[in-house]
């Protein structure tokens, strides 16, 4: 008889605890680095998977394979109706659960969805100057993203961490403005890599600031030491060495991290994929409306992450942008 595995592991033996939920493909910004202004085409509503299909796929990766935490993301999470039904159907399974979010709407939602059990909220904000704002975002939002923050913090959403993506000539002279923000209002601040997944396809390698570059232009301010990397956490952390709190750098594009992956992604019309930079999926949403079992749900699982690659190629001849880019996936 078949032995069937109790973890998603992989041929490189990396184990995978963590699943990234996409929930919407659908967003209210149009983030220079994501998608364009105009010309966006959405997923047809019938393909986004119901709650119910949501939380099935996250119910056999949690009780069949262990996996231990999930973060729902989009598109923008929020823009989906009765987000906390949701957020408290997943909270139900005993999973750490986390969101990330534009926080356009995170002043109104923030006390509805730490009440419906979200434990950790991560809010993108690339600029703290509210026209650079308005430039990269498409939208004229700063003040609202400050207070959906504040209102983050003060129901105790915890942690609460910023992420910013950092590009050349755009906002790159803001990490220190950006580090000085987190400190002042005592969350982490996550300096993304700029990655070769926006819609358009304008992504050119000179728009990358390296993760070095940016630790180092925040050190020169407030200096800062490593902390030790924990195996599988994608960013890399350092502490302030005046104990004003931490940042992490994410540095995908320049260091990948690829060799301690613990992550699974499910995409918002239900396709399962092993990898951000992945050239293929595997149709969850299919399998299940048309009948399949748990089992035969976890085999799809099984069988996907067996054949995950080592990692991604970027920087190399040989990378293959994914087919589909951040927002349809799910960043
Ligand atoms: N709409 C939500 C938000 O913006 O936080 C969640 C989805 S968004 C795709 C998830 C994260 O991916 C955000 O922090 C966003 O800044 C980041 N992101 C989007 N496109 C990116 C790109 N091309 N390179 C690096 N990060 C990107
Ligand atoms: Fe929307 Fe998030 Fe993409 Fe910005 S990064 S356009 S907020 S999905």
Known sequence: MAVVPTELVDSYGRVHRDLRVSI?????????????????????????????EIERVVRVAVQRFGV????????????????????????ALG?????????????????DLAAAGLSRINVSLDSLRPDRFAAITGRDGLDRVLEGIGAAVSVGLAPVKINMVVMAGVNDDEVVDMAEFGRRQG???????????????????SDVVAAADIVAAIDAVFPLEGEPRTSSAPAQRW?????????????????????????????ADGQFRTCLFATDEYDLRGFMRGGASDDELASVMTSAVSRKWAGHQIGQVHFIRPSRSMSQIGG
């Open 24 to 52: 919407t493909d659908r967003c209210n910004f149009r983030c220079r680095y994501c998608m364009p202004t105009e010309g966006m085409v959405w997923q047809p509503r019938d393909e986004i998977l119901t709650f119910e």
């Open 68 to 91: 231990r935490s999930v973060r729902l993301t989009g598109g923008e999470p929020t823009v989906r109706a009765h987000l906390p039904v949701l957020i408290a159907r997943l909270a």
């Open 95 to 111: 999973v750490d659960l986390a969101l990330t979010t534009n926080g356009a709407s995170l002043s109104l939602l923030a006390e």
């Open 187 to 205: 969350v982490e601040v996550r300096f993304i890599e700029f990655m070769p997944l926006d819609a358009q396809q304008a992504w050119a390698s």
């Open 239 to 267: 502490r302030y060495r005046d104990g004003g709190g931490s940042i992490g750098v994410i540095p995908t594009v320049t260091e990948s991290f690829c060799t301690t992956c613990d992550r699974v992604r499910l995409t």
